[in-house]
């Protein structure tokens, strides 16, 4: 005998017919209600607490739920049966707004766009594997090793010009021999030149990867790739290290420029890349030596800094980067750990403050072989704005502060899990949803937009960014006005400050300057940009509503809009995977112009209208 | 009032007729006797001491004269004053026979061929240096470091493709800004690519040396080269310090073999490459620093164990090297102490026994591109030889120990001064010269070739090299018979032995025999080989007849030999000169065919009627 009973979900006031008997849980998904769950109901990660306020029911007892929280009647929704009528409440933390159904078609999107970029630039990998069963030499066939090799490749590659380096034709005797003469041979094609990158005995073709690094000002992150197949194996993002010696490129050049200074910014970057590449290859059990090539994608200073060279003039001007151009290195010539015959490809740079990371977004977004004007925005540190078509490409850069990474304000994290990314403020209520569903720890940068449009949506602050009301939340903590986003059991809160407001306005400011004046310095107008591209940490999780809303964006229809993520390493992915995409880099740096924002007549105007929200521009 | 007496020379009772008062060292020089005197008679060398045996005289107290030479009337010829008719006696090491004025005229010639080989081979030299006025960049003009610099080079060069390594980026930016713009950029010119060796600041066009290096199993020759003219500033020769490991390539690949062996002769052979080149840069003030090349000639084994490459398969079926044409490599990649960002060539090697320094002697000879047919024979310990004309080359690699070479013989020293090079025995008395002019200390090869000729000559021993006679000089030491060359005051002799002269008849059979199996494989007779080309340490020091009389070369007429001196050392020379040397080395390897004398059904039969003096061809 079925009976049916109600279930009422707070704070929606869902109410919900469902079998008595029922696991809770199970009828929260099945209605589209979304709650934090690891383990997918098996009471094993704790996470889908809730709180029961009147009904009959039974939970299984678990150590997951403290006796604290027992008597506030929160239990795990995946080990309660419904006995009768019931009524509960989902607590804040743990709700996935209805808009993560959204980001799933956002995130098909984006892996369509991604199958695209494969299709624009045919795999044809920086490193190559070439397997090799050599004629075994006798009296009638006494060629040496090496010519040996270069018949076959010749055979192979069709080409003539060849070099080998001292540590490969140290090795090439004793491998030949053991391995019956089948070898593989990694080569990388530079110009009409084969290099031989590395020889190993018998067929290792498979084993072919690579890493590729966006060097970002605050945060790096990395992709460990199947060359063989253009493939993604596994992901790895952490902060740059050199965080504590400067927020942002200007502080880090005047560093290096100390005695040391220089050496200590290489160390802590390559410390910081080397031990990336190490969770990557373990990852995903890759051996370091099975990596044969790294490509880096970054603002030029962060390439300068790698490489340990002097960044000083590119912050004199009138700011001349050491090369746009940069030669192929070995891996042990930078000190990036991988296979010590590895090779690092640097993505080309067109000006000093529009680098490889920015080739790699006017790649990856295809704004250079389009009909019709886009613009290309990708927000760190550094916000690099791009507009252009098939026809021109002209560029600038602004300083937006490292904020919208989450670092230099007070709670800010970068995209992390327990990240808060999402926020509704509903009748002085606050909703949020952070990154993985879990505990949150701080905000992120598409949480601070969020947050700054939720605040003057609900007139608690002012265009100027003052708090304008007074409210339990608002707070004040050693002389600075803070507004509280969240408050754990134990009293640790998350908060917007004033001051983090204020720099969240001069980097949006900083930003939508820096459109305006591009597009006014090429004699457009805002509705000529067809499509607005967006990159940056921020992944496709910032919500564009809410970005023109606070200023930070133009008053573009929302449909112009597109997130690509992070095209820095994208732009490095592609470089390792496609010839195509790295000669076209060479190309596109040729083609792209720049205006200067600190010589340019209209920034400073246009800088002071938006330092309000969301501008002057009406 | 002139007075004239008489001045009798003894050894050769020469009667002259001189002035009264006369400098007695100046009346032997006028009449063509020449002594060892190294100051030039200002009594400092105290080497031009002759024995008074009548006249009056008077001759200036000096301390390089010892009491008990004085009891002997022994008094140096240049502070004597003949004051009657005077009979005096040259005592036997500071006669430098009529051979000597000869030897100039060879001289003469010799420089006549260095200068047509400069002629054949325009300077053109492998690393370049290119003095650079860079436009100052601008707001106008804000190209990068790198490409700035490859924009002017390439209106130089009218190349496209260009290379840096990291350390020459590293140091761009800081060398441009200090030197206003203005540097030196010494490049090197691979295939149809420029690498940058190395960036200057300021105009040091001037200062661009390289090093040239013989790397032979015995001795290592190495010259110091004005690389802007085309000139030797200075040689320096010494031992290979790998000798104490194995006498000859065999040995030393059995020893590189061993556990840590190859690191061992590695280590050796780069330590006295690199304290050559520290000598050669002390003598000649030039700095280690400005010194941006190296060649490299020498046969194979002594190529791969400079580059630390394991050199067994070179003795092992079928023979393979590791390479023929050899990469271009970095002096820090291989240890090299020349400027940091130097580069390393070797001359390339056709066989695994016919190595660079052949190469460079088929080069440097000249018989690549002679109608009549040659002979080209380098006598090291290696004997390798190379026979044909413009339209062919044969080669063939004989052993013949370290003898002549002045190793692994009793009293054998290289060719320095001091070493006894020319011997005449008449009437049972022995006259030697030694190089240099000084106290003897040994015997290099050429004294031995004319010691074994004068021993046979004057019957002392007989066609198997056994002492025939009995005579005081003949003594027995320790078991083994040995004849008396020179005996020091206090004792000390210098002797051949009986095993020396085994070793010498095996020396010289296995070059005798090697020429005529080639001269026979080939379907040619003796007197088709229209010039003879000696090579080898010897230098134009060897006595054509006497070795004709020991059966080292084959009977054919004295003027068509021709010594060449070191070849190798040479062709290292005009590598580091001359691009069309360069790459006429790699067609003149790809020409060459080889005969495997091991292999050969000829040569066993020839080297056993070689072991004789001369030897059975008749």
């Known amino acids: 005998m079925k009976k049916f009973v109600n279930l009422n979900v707070k704070p929606f006031n869902k109410k919900i017919t469902v079998e008595k008997g029922s696991n809770l849980l199970s009828c929260l998904i099945k209605n589209n209600i979304f709650i934090t769950s690891i383990c997918g109901g098996k009471g094993i990660c704790g996470k889908c607490k809730i709180k029961i306020l009147k009904g009959d029911f039974y939970s299984e007892p678990t150590d997951k739920i403290s006796d604290e929280e027992k008597t506030n009647n929160i239990f795990l929704a995946c080990k309660t049966t419904i006995l009768s009528d019931i ?8 709700i996935i707004p209805e808009k993560i159904i959204k980001d799933s078609e956002k995130i098909k999107d984006f892996e369509h766009f991604l199958i695209n970029l494969k299709n624009t630039f045919p795999l044809c990998p920086v490193v190559k594997k070439i397997f090799l069963k050599l004629p075994f030499p006798n009296f009638d066939d006494t060629l040496s090793d090496y010519e040996r090799l270069k018949r076959e490749l010749e055979k192979i590659t069709k080409k003539e010009s060849f070099n ?3 540590s490969n034709l140290r090795k090439l005797p004793n491998i030949l021999r053991k391995s019956s003469w089948e070898i593989t041979v990694s080569i990388f094609e530079n110009q009409d030149k084969i290099e031989i990158v590395d020889i190993e005995p018998k067929d290792t073709l498979e084993k072919n990867y ?8 605050t945060t790096i992150s990395a992709s460990l790739v199947d060359m063989n197949k253009g493939e993604i194996l596994k992901k790895e993002m952490t902060f740059n290290k050199q965080a504590s010696f400067g927020d942002d490129i200007i502080s880090r050049i005047v560093y290096a420029e100390r005695e040391g200074g220089l050496e200590r910014l290489h160390k802590v970057v390559l410390e910081t890349i080397n031990e990336i590449i190490e969770n990557l290859s373990k990852k995903s059990n890759v051996l370091i030596n099975d990596i044969k090539s790294v490509s880096i994608s970054g603002n030029m200073t962060m390439v300068h800094l790698l490489l340990k060279i002097n960044p000083s003039f590119l912050r004199k001007e009138p700011y001349i980067p ?43 977004s295809g704004i250079y072989k389009e009909n019709e004007l886009s613009l290309f925005v990708d927000i760190g540190t550094n916000g690099e704005i791009v507009v252009g078509n098939k026809d021109f490409l002209t560029c600038c850069a602004a300083s937006a502060g490292p904020c919208f990474e989450g670092s230099g304000v007070k709670n800010g994290v970068r995209a992390i899990n327990g990240a808060i990314q999402k926020v509704i403020i509903k009748n002085g209520e606050i909703f949020f949803e952070t990154i993985g569903k879990q505990e949150p720890i701080g905000i992120c940068g598409s ?3 969020e947050l700054l449009a939720e605040l003057y949506r609900n007139k608690i602050i002012d265009r100027n960014g003052n708090f304008i009301v007074e409210n339990e939340r608002i707070v004040e903590n050693e002389g600075i006005r803070e507004f509280i986003i969240y408050e754990s059991k134990d009293g640790k809160r998350i908060v917007i400050t004033k001051p983090d407001i204020e720099n969240l306005i001069r980097a949006k400011g900083a930003i939508y300057s820096a459109i305006s004046t591009v597009i006014k310095t090429l004699g457009l107008k805002v509705d000529d940009i067809k499509r607005f591209y967006i ?15 606070i200023g930070l ?7 112009r809009f597109k997130f690509l993520g992070n095209t820095s390493l994208i732009g490095a992915e592609m470089f390792l995977f496609s010839e195509k995409f790295r000669n076209l880099s060479e190309e596109i740096i040729k083609k792209l112009t720049y205006i200067d924002l600190s010589r340019s007549p209209i920034y400073m105007e ?10 002057t521009d009406f």
Do not use: Q
Not at 87 to 94: D, F, R, S
Not at 210 to 217: I, N, S
Not at 342 to 357: A, E, K, S
Not at 539 to 544: A, K, M, N, V
């Open 210 to 217: 690579g890493v590729a690094v966006d060097v970002g000002t």
């Open 87 to 94: 009524e509960i409440e989902l607590l804040p933390h743990t």
């Open 322 to 364: 050491v090369a746009n151009i940069f030669p192929v290195f070995k891996s042990t010539e930078i000190g990036i750990r991988i296979n010590p015959n590895g090779i690092v490809v640097v993505v080309p740079g067109g000006y000093p403050y529009v680098g490889g990371d920015i080739t790699s977004g006017i790649l990856v």
């Open 164 to 166: 080998i380096d001292i």
């Open 553 to 559: 964006f133009p008053n573009l229809p929302i449909e």
């Open 606 to 615: 246009e800088y002071l209208k938006s330092l309000f929200i969301p501008h």
């Open 535 to 549: 990159a940056g940490g921020f992944g496709y999780h910032i919500d564009i509503e809410k970005s023109i809303e």
């Open 447 to 449: 949480g601070y937009i």
